[in-house]
C-alpha cells in the first residue's frame, strides 16, 4: 500500500516521503495515528504543490541541519563502565549513554537522532547521528574500563619515538 508520510519514521522514511507499506501497518498503526495519509492522485498534487512552496522552508531546515553537525566535528567520545574479567560490560552502552556524553560536552543531541547498535564489550566503535535526511555525522566512541586511562594518547606517544628512529 502506497501512503504519503506526515511525520520521520525511524526505518521506514521521512516526512513527505511516499513509501510502500504493508495494508495492516498503514490501517491500523500509521493512518489512525495521523503519521502518515493514502498516496491517492489528488494527495499526490497536494503533496508536490506544498513541497515546491515550502522549498525555502526545507533549504532553512537543511542548513540548520548542516550548522549542527559542524558542532560534532572533531568530537570524540570515550566512555567509562565497568568491566568484568573478560573485558564485557556490566550492562551495556546505547544511544541514551551516548546522548548524555555529548551533553556533559555542552552538544544536545536527542537520543532518537543517534544509531548505534548496544556496546556490551571494551572497544572503538561509531555512533552515527542523523541531523537531516541528507545530514548524517559519524563520531567515534571508544568503551573503556573504569579507572583505565584512553589508550589513544598512550598510541601516539608510541608511535612518536618510531617515527624518530626511522628518520635516523
Same mark, same amino acid.
Given at each position: 500500500m502506497e501512503i504519503i508520510l506526515k511525520e520521520d519514521i525511524i526505518g521506514r522514511g521521512y516526512k513527505n516521503d511516499i513509501v510502500n507499506v504493508k495494508p495492516g501497518y498503514a490501517r491500523n498503526y500509521l493512518i489512525p495515528t495521523a503519521k502518515a495519509v493514502i498516496a491517492t492522485a489528488s494527495a499526490k498534487k497536494v503533496l508536490a504543490e506544498n513541497l515546491k512552496q515550502q522549498q525555502h522552508k526545507l533549504a532553512a531546515l537543511l542548513a540548520?541541519?548542516?550548522?549542527?553537525?559542524?558542532?560534532?566535528?572533531?568530537?570524540?567520545?570515550?566512555?567509562?563502565?565497568? $568491566?568484568?574479567?573478560?573485558? $564485557?560490560?556490566?550492562?551495556? $552502552?546505547?544511544?541514551?549513554?551516548?546522548?548524555?556524553?555529548?551533553?556533559?560536552?555542552? /552538544?544536545?543531541?536527542?537520543?532518537?537522532? /543517534? /544509531?548505534?547498535?548496544? /556496546?556490551?564489550?571494551?572497544?572503538?566503535?561509531?555512533?552515527?547521528?542523523?541531523?537531516?535526511?541528507e545530514v548524517k555525522v559519524e563520531i567515534p566512541v571508544t568503551v573503556i574500563a573504569e579507572g583505565q586511562e584512553a589508550a589513544a594518547p598512550a598510541k601516539e606517544e608510541a608511535a612518536a619515538p618510531a617515527e624518530e628512529t626511522a628518520a635516523e
Open positions: 540548520a541541519a548542516e550548522k549542527e553537525a559542524e558542532a560534532l566535528n572533531g568530537v570524540a567520545l570515550t566512555i567509562e563502565g565497568k $568491566v568484568s574479567a573478560t573485558g $564485557v560490560l556490566y550492562g551495556s $552502552v546505547t544511544a541514551a549513554t551516548v546522548a548524555a556524553e555529548l551533553a556533559k560536552k555542552g /552538544i544536545q543531541v536527542d537520543r532518537k537522532r /543517534i /544509531i548505534m547498535k548496544d /556496546i556490551k564489550t571494551v572497544g572503538e566503535y561509531a555512533a552515527t547521528i542523523v541531523f537531516h535526511k
